[in-house]
């Protein structure tokens, strides 16, 4: 009968430290994932940022490019 309590009362506490792990794992999870959320949303600001100014800089450069070629005309033209 000692036996069988000694049996009981390990496997009561192996199964109460198996909940607090368990426990401790999904807080864990639901931590992570805000986590991951938050940098999913800092990385996607980022990248909307990096397409604005690429598509900006790609305007520039074909408006400094067109000046380029009009000055070029112009010097051909009228300095020769």
Request: aromatic share 8%.
């Amino acid at each position: 009968m000692n036996m069988d309590n000694n049996i009981q009362r390990s496997l009561g506490r192996i199964e109460g430290e198996l909940k607090t792990l368990s426990s401790s794992i999904r807080d864990k999870n639901i931590l992570f994932e805000s986590r991951f959320e938050l940098l999913d949303k800092k990385v996607n600001v980022f990248e909307s940022f990096k397409d604005n100014f690429q598509g900006r800089m790609t305007i520039i450069g074909g408006i400094a490019g067109v000046l380029g070629a009009l000055i070029t005309i112009f010097m051909d033209k009228y300095i020769r």
